[in-house]
């Protein structure tokens, strides 16, 4: 049994022991090691993946190499290229772990099959997907008028939980910034005795 995301579902419906028990008793749960990808540019996404343990990531790559984090996935979360999904279309995104990670894959055929099952669900994953974009939308506002301390800040409340599990430079990219910069501002913030 996939107990987290039994869990997970568990608090998000109305639906019986038994019930969830069948649902999550068929899924494909899968080991990842650290650097394998779940999803390469060019290919169609299938799979949301829901993070059992481990931590996974999404990012891009520019024409010159350079890598643009997106988004990270720690325990818990869920993580797709959702236009890739829905739309059937080639990703623009990589998906891969940046430690040993256990996933459920969830094709998108299985979160309408519960939230016909369950109305609570059906709410609760609108509020879910509606959550997401407002993150993303926040995100693109603060890349685009946010200082680097705001952006590492608002980082912190994001991902409380793992800046001690990935690299620096991974952190500033997905902030937008170098390394160097990131190395400035966590001194800034340090000075002032900020915790």
């Known amino acids: ?17 038994a019930e969830l028990t069948s649902l999550t008793n068929g899924l494909e749960k899968r080991l990842v090691k650290k ?40 325990e818990g979360w869920i993580i797709s290229d959702r ?11 990589y998906i891969d772990a940046i ?22 669900f059906a709410k609760n994953n609108t509020i879910a997907l509606h959550n997401h974009i407002r993150n993303l939308q926040n995100r693109v506002n603060m890349l685009l008028g946010a200082s680097a301390q705001e952006r590492y800040l608002e980082f912190i409340t994001m991902y409380p939980n793992i800046l001690l ?9 997905y902030l937008g910034i170098t390394p160097e910069s990131l190395s400035r501002v966590r001194k800034e913030l340090a000075q002032k005795n900020f915790k």
């Open 1 to 17: 049994m996939v107990q987290s995301f039994y869990n997970y579902l568990k608090l998000n419906s109305n639906l019986s022991d």
């Open 35 to 74: 650097g394998d990808y779940l999803l390469k540019v060019g290919q169609v996404c299938e799979y949301n993946f829901y993070v059992e343990q481990g931590l996974l990531r999404s990012y891009t790559i520019d024409a010159h190499g350079k890598e643009h984090l997106i988004q990270f996935a720690p």
């Open 83 to 93: 236009s890739s999904s829905f739309f059937q279309e080639q990703s623009q995104l």
């Open 99 to 120: 430690e040993d990670s256990e996933v459920i894959l969830l094709q998108d055929s299985f979160f309408e099959q519960i939230s016909c099952m369950s109305e609570k």
């Open 165 to 173: 599990r990935v690299p620096q430079w991974m952190v500033a990219s």
